[in-house]
């Protein structure tokens, strides 16, 4: 099932939710009920929890942006440091710097046509990932500098490669979910009290009381969900991709 779909189907379940509730307790509600009796207080926590639960759905969208961002950060910052590596070997003999970048394009394409499918499967990464990394590395740590010229090269291209093995570490860790399961029990909770105190107003059967209504409990639907998709940068709709991979290394088809 898309995740587009998921979405839609979750806000009209929302809504439908909040419309046969308000219609069900207007029917058994007592004849004499006056809805411009509502306490004060109550109206003070409907406003108070409202206020604290925007608060909440802010700083859990902020979160799981951000880690989603820091996700493509380390993918674009894996694939420049690879293809520095590539270049910066052609100061080395012939044989040499067309094994580093064949080494170099196999771990590339290795990533874009089958690690990235791993990531977004099962959320890790794949050991012959890391051993084809390990190649490239004993590629440039291995090789002597047989002049100055050579010389020169040779710790910029160690610095790329600790560049390209850190960026990987860190895409392996962000490959999971970022938040916290009792995070989500909480998000969850606070989505149900926080519509359900919208009831405690004794709204009508009213379509513009209605539609209100169905309104906001869509749009705490709609933040929740995108809290979902956000929450695993490589899995879902919004995910983060191997563009970078792709527009450093032309020639790797994903």
Same mark, same amino acid.
């Given at each position: ?85 590539? +270049? =910066? &070997? ?8 067309? #094994? $580093? %970048?064949? /080494? *170099?394009?196999? @771990? ?14 099962? +959320? =890790? &990464? ?8 390990? #190649? $490239? %590395?004993? /590629? *440039?740590?291995? @090789? ?26 860190? #895409? ?34 009213? #379509? ?47």
């Amino acid at each position: 099932m898309s995740d587009w779909l998921v979405l839609v189907l979750a806000m009209l379940a929302a809504c439908a939710v909040v419309v046969v509730v308000t219609l069900v307790r207007h029917r058994r509600a007592p004849q004499d009920e006056d809805p411009s009796e509502t306490p004060d207080v109550i109206e003070y926590m409907t406003m108070w929890i409202g206020v604290v639960y925007a608060i909440v759905l802010g700083l859990a969208i902020a979160g799981v942006w951000e880690a989603r961002s820091s996700a493509q950060d380390y993918v674009q910052s894996e694939a420049q440091a690879l293809h520095e590596i590539s +270049e =910066r &070997v052609r100061v080395y003999p012939p044989d040499v710097r067309e #094994r $580093v %970048r064949d /080494d *170099v394009d196999a @771990y590339a394409g290795y990533v874009v046509r089958t690690e990235w499918q791993t990531m977004s499967r099962d +959320e =890790r &990464v794949t050991d012959r990932g890391a051993e084809l990394l390990q #190649r $490239v %590395r004993e /590629d *440039v740590t291995d @090789y002597q500098p047989r002049n100055d010229f050579e010389a020169q090269a040779y710790q910029p291209l160690l610095d790329q490669m600790a560049a390209a093995d850190q960026a990987r570490s860190a #895409r392996a860790d962000s490959t999971g979910p970022t938040m916290p399961a009792v995070v989500w029990w909480g998000l969850l909770a606070g989505a149900v009290i926080t519509v359900g105190m919208v009831f405690a107003l004794q709204i009508q059967r009213t #379509r513009r009381e209605l539609v209100l209504a169905g309104l906001f409990s869509a749009t705490i639907a709609f933040m929740l969900f995108l809290i979902w998709d956000f929450d695993s940068p490589f899995s879902r709709g919004i995910a983060v991709t191997a563009e970078p991979f792709l527009n450093l290394f032309p020639n790797v088809t994903g």
